[in-house]
């Protein structure tokens, strides 16, 4: 066997690498990571999932801010939002995490970081600023960007991806979002309770595609409440410069063509696999734009290159990531065969009431043609959520014809945190009869969880035949109140 300079070789050092990195190097590996940018994290730290989530803050404060009166207070008189402000609190929020995914932090835990554009020379080597680095396993780990698609005009339309919107100079008057998935709803809802006009362009009829519709269809009147105008069944046609203004020309599910004019608009289309610089093809690895062609351990067609993150195209989520990265350590590692699963991944999107799930939802289990019932319980029959001026949305519990769950979705304030009880319960086989008797602290937001179970269970508890049985031993005598009072 030749001498590798390194045991694995990591291209890539957001989410998926940086796991593999931190596994590996401590377990003693000898490790290289490599990145392109100037710093570790990769889109989530950078672009995404940190700055998204610090932004959806601020603009929920400053919505709470402007709805004052309806928690009893004084109305107040808010001032507009000086985007620059909400820039530097994003900027230092992923400062301290920066710290985290320092190259310093690598380095103790014994990886070698190095900063630059790699290129396979052969299917165990790379070229790197001038450099020929060998390794005994690769991993792929290079993340995705925006898809632009091949709009007529759109090349000459400036416009936004999720790389520029964290750092704007100032709180665009007017926003078109195109595309309606996570990234854009999120982005819509919070943009609009900062003070911009935002209108949202979805070729389907649902926004949140991959969701249920009722649930979607939950978080879109809340939206449109709040006053972002959603097309729906529209397709665009062309965009145009206009100088202070851009133009977007689309056509509804009518057949009209309609004009809408904005000062911005935000691309969020869809996610392409950084992959086309790599020289991939050079060494007989397959891919596409979506990702790599990998097996369920995560290897390309060179069992010892991998694959993990969004170059995987399957659920492009930071915690899909790191559970990748994790099945890599065992597989490449460990030398332990370890085949992803991915049946049990939850995904929230954060908007305000969140919407969360893990499992199947009923469109995925009516595809599979899997029988099933449906269990649901309603924020505005739970205590905090009333308390907390929260009362939209619901739970829905997907039970299989064992009665076992294979599905639950969450609308509501902090479903994101709900979802992690039922990733415990679905994980662990954690039966329903446990979850329903299990005590929770009052008033939490958490009891639905409970409850939903317990609706399911009482069903069978308060029965007529266990009621029979015990009239028959303990002569239990019935209703006191009501009919059939004896
Ligand atoms: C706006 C937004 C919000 C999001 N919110 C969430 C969320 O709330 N929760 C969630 O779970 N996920 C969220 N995501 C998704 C999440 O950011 C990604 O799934 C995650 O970052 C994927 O990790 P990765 O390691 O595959 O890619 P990345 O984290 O992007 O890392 C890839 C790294 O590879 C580097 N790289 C690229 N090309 C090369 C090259 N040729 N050579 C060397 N290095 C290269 C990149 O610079 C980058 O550092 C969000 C994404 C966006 C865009």
Redesign the pocket.
């Known amino acids: 066997m030749p001498g590798y300079d390194f045991d694995i070789g990591i291209?890539?050092?957001?989410?998926?690498?940086l796991t593999v990195a931190a596994g590996a190097a401590q377990l003693g590996a000898k490790t290289l990571l490599?990145?392109?940018?100037k710093e570790l994290?990769?889109?989530?730290l950078h672009?995404?999932?940190v700055p998204?989530?610090t932004l959806i803050r601020t603009a929920h404060v400053y919505h709470l801010m402007k709805n004052a009166n309806q928690f009893g207070l004084p109305a107040v008189e808010v001032k507009p939002v000086d985007f620059r402000e909400v820039a530097k609190r994003i900027q230092s929020v992923i400062r301290v995490i920066q710290k985290h995914d320092s190259e310093e932090r690598f380095c103790k835990l014994g990886a070698r970081v190095r900063i630059g554009?790699?290129r396979f020379v052969d299917e165990h080597a790379i070229r790197l600023n001038g450099e020929t680095l060998s390794a005994k396993t690769w991993v792929i780990?290079?993340?995705?960007s925006p898809s632009i698609p091949p709009i007529e005009g759109l090349d000459k339309t400036p416009h936004i991806t999720?790389r520029e919107i964290f750092s704007l100079e100032g709180l665009p008057k007017t926003m078109i979002v195109l595309g309606a998935g996570p990234?854009a709803i999120e982005m819509a809802q919070a943009f609009c309770r900062l003070g911009t006009r935002v209108s949202v362009i979805q070729r389907s009829n649902q926004i949140l595609s991959k969701e249920d519709k009722d649930m979607a269809d939950q978080v879109m009147h809340v939206l449109s409440n709040e006053g972002v105008v959603l097309h729906l069944n529209a397709s665009v046609i062309s965009t145009k410069d206009l100088g202070t203004e851009r133009e977007v020309l689309i056509k509804t599910g009518e057949g009209e063509t309609i004009s809408l004019k904005s000062e911005m608009i935000l691309v969020a289309m869809g996610r392409e696999a950084?992959l086309g610089?790599?020289g991939l093809q050079d060494i007989g690895v397959e891919f596409d734009r979506k990702g790599l062609t990998l097996d369920e351990r995560l290897r390309t067609g060179h069992k010892h290159i991998y694959g993990a993150?969004?170059?995987t195209g399957t659920y492009?989520?930071?915690?899909?990531?790191g559970y990748e990265g994790s099945i890599i350590i065992s597989n490449a590692i460990f030398h332990l065969p370890r085949k992803v699963n991915y049946t049990f991944l939850p995904w929230c999107t954060?908007t305000n009431p969140e919407l969360a799930s893990i499992g199947m939802n009923e469109k995925m289990a009516k595809a599979a043609g899997i029988e099933y019932s449906v269990w649901s319980e309603e924020f505005k029959d739970n205590d905090r959520s009333l308390a907390e001026g929260e009362g939209i949305g619901k739970i829905k519990m997907l039970l299989d014809e064992k009665e076992k769950p294979i599905g639950i979705q969450i609308l509501g304030s902090r479903a994101g945190d709900l979802v992690s009880e039922w990733v415990a319960v679905v994980n662990g086989k954690v039966k329903l009869s446990t979850l329903a008797s299990a005590v929770h602290p009052y008033p939490t937001l958490g009891e639905i969880n409970k409850r939903v179970a317990g609706t399911f269970l009482s069903n069978k508890i308060f029965s007529e035949k266990v009621k029979k049985g015990l009239r028959f031993f303990f002569h239990l005598r019935g209703r006191a109140c009501g009919q059939d009072v004896d």
């Open positions: 291209l890539g050092g957001g989410s998926a690498g490599v990145e392109k940018e994290g990769g889109d989530c672009h995404g999932c998204s989530k554009e790699p780990a290079t993340g995705s999720n990234i950084n610089a790599l993150g969004d170059v492009l989520f930071t915690h899909a990531a954060y």
